[in-house]
Protein backbone atom coordinates (compact mmCIF):
# COMPACT_ATOMS: atom_id res chain seq x y z
CA UNK A 1 0.00 0.00 0.00
CA UNK A 2 2.83 2.28 0.73
CA UNK A 3 4.67 2.15 -2.47
CA UNK A 4 1.15 2.65 -4.36
CA UNK A 5 0.88 6.08 -2.33
CA UNK A 6 4.58 6.84 -3.44
CA UNK A 7 4.03 5.99 -7.23
CA UNK A 8 0.35 7.93 -6.86
CA UNK A 9 2.57 10.81 -5.45
CA UNK A 10 5.42 10.29 -7.54
CA UNK A 11 2.59 10.70 -10.61
CA UNK A 12 1.20 14.01 -9.31
CA UNK A 13 4.65 15.33 -8.88
CA UNK A 14 5.11 14.10 -12.54
CA UNK A 15 1.82 14.85 -14.63
CA UNK A 16 0.76 17.56 -13.21
CA UNK A 17 3.35 20.83 -13.44
CA UNK A 18 2.86 19.35 -17.27
CA UNK A 19 -0.99 19.58 -17.58
CA UNK A 20 -0.97 22.66 -15.87
CA UNK A 21 1.68 24.42 -18.43
CA UNK A 22 0.30 22.62 -21.32
CA UNK A 23 -3.09 24.22 -20.08
CA UNK A 24 -1.86 27.61 -19.55
CA UNK A 25 0.29 27.99 -22.88
CA UNK A 26 -3.47 26.36 -24.59
CA UNK A 27 -5.10 29.00 -22.84
CA UNK A 28 -2.69 32.26 -23.80
CA UNK A 29 -2.69 30.66 -27.20
CA UNK A 30 -6.42 30.62 -27.90
CA UNK A 31 -6.54 34.34 -26.11
CA UNK A 32 -4.32 36.02 -28.24
CA UNK A 33 -5.40 33.70 -31.63
CA UNK A 34 -9.18 35.20 -30.73
CA UNK A 35 -7.70 38.56 -30.72
CA UNK A 36 -7.81 38.89 -34.45
CA UNK A 37 -8.96 35.63 -35.27
CA UNK A 38 -12.59 36.42 -34.29
CA UNK A 39 -12.49 38.73 -36.68
CA UNK A 40 -11.43 36.99 -39.33
CA UNK A 41 -13.34 33.70 -38.66
CA UNK A 42 -16.27 34.65 -41.01
CA UNK A 43 -14.69 35.46 -43.55
CA UNK A 44 -12.11 32.37 -44.09
CA UNK A 45 -14.95 30.10 -42.37
CA UNK A 46 -13.30 26.26 -42.67
CA UNK A 47 -10.09 27.78 -44.38
CA UNK A 48 -8.97 29.34 -40.86
CA UNK A 49 -5.58 27.98 -39.51
CA UNK A 50 -5.76 28.44 -35.95
CA UNK A 51 -2.52 30.91 -35.21
CA UNK A 52 -3.42 33.23 -37.89
CA UNK A 53 -4.95 35.35 -35.60
CA UNK A 54 -1.17 35.29 -33.16
CA UNK A 55 0.25 36.24 -36.29
CA UNK A 56 -1.83 39.07 -37.87
CA UNK A 57 -1.31 40.74 -34.56
CA UNK A 58 2.11 40.13 -34.49
CA UNK A 59 1.84 41.77 -38.19
CA UNK A 60 0.36 44.74 -37.42
CA UNK A 61 1.86 45.40 -34.00
CA UNK A 62 5.52 44.95 -36.16
CA UNK A 63 3.68 47.64 -38.35
CA UNK A 64 2.87 50.21 -35.82
CA UNK A 65 6.58 50.17 -34.81
CA UNK A 66 7.73 50.72 -37.78
CA UNK A 67 5.57 53.44 -38.82
CA UNK A 68 6.42 55.09 -35.00
CA UNK A 69 10.10 55.28 -36.57
CA UNK A 70 8.88 57.05 -39.37
CA UNK A 71 8.90 61.00 -40.07
CA UNK A 72 4.97 61.93 -40.75
CA UNK A 73 3.72 58.69 -39.07
CA UNK A 74 5.89 59.11 -35.78
CA UNK A 75 4.63 62.59 -35.48
CA UNK A 76 1.06 61.78 -35.68
CA UNK A 77 1.70 58.89 -33.24
CA UNK A 78 3.38 61.49 -30.64
CA UNK A 79 0.38 63.71 -31.24
CA UNK A 80 -1.80 60.77 -30.21
CA UNK A 81 0.16 59.73 -27.28
CA UNK A 82 0.17 63.66 -26.04
CA UNK A 83 -3.80 64.01 -25.84
CA UNK A 84 -3.91 60.58 -24.40
CA UNK A 85 -1.52 61.79 -21.59
CA UNK A 86 -3.92 65.27 -21.60
CA UNK A 87 -6.85 63.50 -21.00
CA UNK A 88 -8.73 63.27 -17.68
CA UNK A 89 -9.22 59.89 -16.60
CA UNK A 90 -7.76 58.44 -19.78
CA UNK A 91 -3.86 59.53 -18.88
CA UNK A 92 -3.75 57.94 -15.55
CA UNK A 93 -4.87 54.60 -17.01
CA UNK A 94 -3.06 55.35 -20.02
CA UNK A 95 0.42 56.51 -18.58
CA UNK A 96 0.59 53.33 -15.66
CA UNK A 97 0.04 51.13 -19.05
CA UNK A 98 2.88 52.99 -21.15
CA UNK A 99 5.45 53.13 -18.17
CA UNK A 100 5.00 49.16 -17.32
CA UNK A 101 5.45 48.58 -21.01
CA UNK A 102 8.36 50.73 -21.04
CA UNK A 103 10.09 48.95 -17.70
CA UNK A 104 9.86 45.65 -19.33
CA UNK A 105 10.37 46.08 -22.82
CA UNK A 106 12.31 49.73 -23.05
CA UNK A 107 15.80 51.11 -22.61
CA UNK A 108 15.44 51.31 -18.85
CA UNK A 109 14.36 48.26 -18.19
CA UNK A 110 13.07 47.44 -14.55
CA UNK A 111 13.49 44.51 -12.41
CA UNK A 112 16.88 43.83 -13.67
CA UNK A 113 18.41 44.40 -10.49
CA UNK A 114 17.53 42.30 -7.37
CA UNK A 115 17.47 43.89 -3.86
CA UNK A 116 17.89 42.24 -0.29
CA UNK A 117 15.94 44.91 2.08
CA UNK A 118 16.18 44.30 5.40
CA UNK A 119 12.93 44.89 7.69
CA UNK A 120 13.55 47.21 10.74
CA UNK A 121 13.65 45.74 13.99
CA UNK A 122 13.00 42.15 12.74
CA UNK A 123 16.92 40.44 11.81
CA UNK A 124 14.43 39.62 8.67
CA UNK A 125 15.12 40.31 4.95
CA UNK A 126 13.31 40.27 1.82
CA UNK A 127 14.31 40.10 -1.54
CA UNK A 128 12.77 42.24 -4.13
CA UNK A 129 13.54 44.49 -7.82
CA UNK A 130 14.63 47.67 -8.13
CA UNK A 131 11.80 49.23 -10.52
CA UNK A 132 13.49 52.93 -9.86
CA UNK A 133 16.51 54.87 -9.02
CA UNK A 134 15.33 58.16 -9.31
CA UNK A 135 12.35 59.26 -7.60
CA UNK A 136 12.58 62.66 -6.38
CA UNK A 137 10.80 64.21 -9.04
CA UNK A 138 8.08 62.01 -6.94
CA UNK A 139 8.43 63.74 -3.62
CA UNK A 140 11.61 65.83 -2.44
CA UNK A 141 11.96 64.06 0.62
CA UNK A 142 12.96 60.77 -1.11
CA UNK A 143 16.02 61.92 -3.17
CA UNK A 144 18.15 59.13 -1.65
CA UNK A 145 15.73 56.65 -1.84
CA UNK A 146 15.24 53.92 -4.26
CA UNK A 147 11.67 52.24 -5.23
CA UNK A 148 12.01 48.70 -4.61
CA UNK A 149 9.10 46.44 -5.67
CA UNK A 150 8.50 43.32 -3.28
CA UNK A 151 6.63 40.89 -4.86
CA UNK A 152 3.94 38.26 -2.34
CA UNK A 153 4.56 34.67 -2.39
CA UNK A 154 2.47 32.30 -4.53
CA UNK A 155 0.29 35.51 -6.30
CA UNK A 156 0.60 38.06 -9.01
CA UNK A 157 0.75 40.75 -6.11
CA UNK A 158 2.87 42.80 -3.98
CA UNK A 159 4.16 46.43 -2.21
CA UNK A 160 6.61 49.08 -3.34
CA UNK A 161 8.89 50.73 -1.23
CA UNK A 162 10.90 53.54 -0.67
CA UNK A 163 13.90 52.82 1.04
CA UNK A 164 17.20 55.00 1.81
CA UNK A 165 19.62 53.44 -1.20
CA UNK A 166 22.18 52.88 2.15
CA UNK A 167 19.48 50.33 3.27
CA UNK A 168 19.59 47.86 -0.28
CA UNK A 169 22.34 45.65 -1.30
CA UNK A 170 21.72 44.42 -4.59
CA UNK A 171 22.60 40.73 -5.21
CA UNK A 172 24.34 39.08 -7.88
CA UNK A 173 21.39 37.03 -8.66
CA UNK A 174 19.89 36.32 -12.24
CA UNK A 175 15.95 38.30 -11.62
CA UNK A 176 14.59 35.07 -12.99
CA UNK A 177 16.05 33.13 -10.43
CA UNK A 178 15.23 35.78 -7.56
CA UNK A 179 11.81 36.14 -9.08
CA UNK A 180 11.11 32.19 -9.07
CA UNK A 181 12.28 31.83 -5.79
CA UNK A 182 10.11 34.35 -4.35
CA UNK A 183 7.12 33.48 -5.94
CA UNK A 184 7.29 29.70 -5.21
CA UNK A 185 7.95 31.03 -1.69
CA UNK A 186 11.54 29.89 -1.47
CA UNK A 187 10.91 26.79 -2.42
CA UNK A 188 12.41 26.65 -5.66
CA UNK A 189 16.22 28.05 -4.93
CA UNK A 190 18.27 26.41 -7.32
CA UNK A 191 19.21 28.35 -10.85
CA UNK A 192 18.84 26.04 -13.98
Known amino acids: MKRLLKDFVNGLLTIVPIILVIYVV ?7 DSILGNILRPYMKEDYIPGIGILLTVAI ?21 VLLERTPLVKTLYSVI ?11 KSFSKVALVEIPNTGMKSIGFVTSEEIEHFADP ?25 QVTILDVKPED ?8 GITSKSN
Open 142 to 166: LKDHIAVYVPQSFQVAGFTFLIPKD
Open 98 to 108: KDTFNSLLGEK
Open 26 to 32: FKLFTFL
Open 178 to 185: AMKFVLSG
Open 61 to 81: ITFFGWLSTQYLSGKIIKLID
